[in-house]
């Protein structure tokens, strides 16, 4: 090398070298860094998501006891001296195992006596609550306070919308389990009970494959399930799930989405162009990381509607629904919906037939109403409607009269057609009366019902205090 070459060297190439080295040692760090905070951001993300869905599991479970339970039938079966245990067998048995997935299901006489028993769905003789009963007793006790029958009293006199309900997350056998009870008892006049005499409703399932695989399908996370320990594998995430107590009782684990990662295995392989086109590779690198944080943006959003939205009609679920009830201006109404005649539509059509029908009711429902207004799915064939800024009862009964007539005309089900209709309960709130709005608008919708299904009611507090 000549001299002049070398001081070429020294004096150009070396700090040209020097810069190229120290640029991508920059950029690899950033490439990590950026890496590593994206992957933190989207594990926080996933994190507080699991814990949403499953405070709203427990919801659900919770909401389907009250379904199956606080029923006009349920209590009537209780009512004798004797109670009717062919009804129970046939109500909260099997149907409770098949439409609910209550996985054991429990009924104790007022001294927490148990007098019926059920196993995923098969009848079990009553001993088999001694399995349980330690960690059940705890909670069906708490219905002998002076605070528990107040509160029971309330729902009777219809001051309250719910009976107490006990829950909890507990060890069954070394298994993590929902547990809730609820006292069955009624708020239905001529349905007297004496004070305290009430049985209790104890439903439970327990947090397995089931529910694991229900929510890593509505919430795409991949390898869900329930532990009882809190030790994870190589790259698992966790989050604790404690009982009343505070005392972690279960842990659901799954294998995060890791962008930051992903983002690595793409980018590494064109390192070597880096050597090259250092400007025009961080440029690239940039825009890809800018892509990618709008893609964990979209991604976030969308398992935001998913948990937010019913995922067969796209409609709001009950959550949603409770929330901008909670928070709706007054004054506003409420349309409860319950479609007639639609299971003979499942039953004839099929079940996909059956999901075509919900779909395109939905459809008609939200051509209907304004952009302000909310059409929710709260399971089944019950829909509500939230409407906001009005509780003008013609507009509201033209609403539902359009709304009825929409319905009955025919549905083009594949090559076939359908015809069904639906019942509508009217209720509206002026002042603060948005508590006992979805009763009422319930109690509208079973008036409707009883007179001759395909119409509407709109909610009479002389009829409900008669």
Known sequence: MTESRWKFSVAVLLPVAAAVLVTLALTAGFILWSASRTDERALEQQQALAAHMIAGARSDFEGTQGTEVLRYDAV????????????????????????????????????????????DG????????????????????????????????????????????VSDIVDLGGRAAMVAVLPIVSDWEGQEQAPGHFYLHVAVKFLGSDVADDLMDQYLLAGAHFDTVANTLPGEAVVPIANAEGRFVAFFKWQPERPGQDLLRETLPASGGLLVVVAAIIGLLLAFLARSTAALDKARVEALFRATHDPLTGLANRALFTERLERAPLPLALLALDLDRFKAVNDTLGHEAGDDLLRQVSGRLLALV????????????????????????????????????????PFRIGRDTAQIGVSVGIATAVADERKDLVSRADFALYDAKESGRNTFRVFDRLARAA
């Open 76 to 119: 009537e079966a209780f009512l004798g001296d004797t109670p009717d245990t062919d009804w129970i067998e046939s109500s909260f048995g099997a149907a409770g195992y098949d439409d609910f997935g209550h996985d054991r299901v429990y009924v104790l006489d007022p001294s927490l006596t148990p007098i019926y028993a059920a196993r």
């Open 370 to 409: 304004r952009a302000t207004d909310t059409v929710a799915r709260l399971g089944g064939d019950e829909f509500m409607i939230l409407v906001s800024g009005t509780a003008d009862s013609a507009a509201l009964a033209t609403l539902a009269g359009t709304i009825v007539a929409a319905i009955s005309e």
């Open 122 to 165: 098969e009848s079990a003789g009553v001993s088999a609550y001694d399995q349980d009963r330690a960690a059940i007793d705890p909670l069906a006790v708490r219905f002998r306070s002076p605070e528990r029958a107040a509160q029971i009293a309330a729902y009777q006199d219809g001051s309250s919308d719910w009976p107490p309900q």
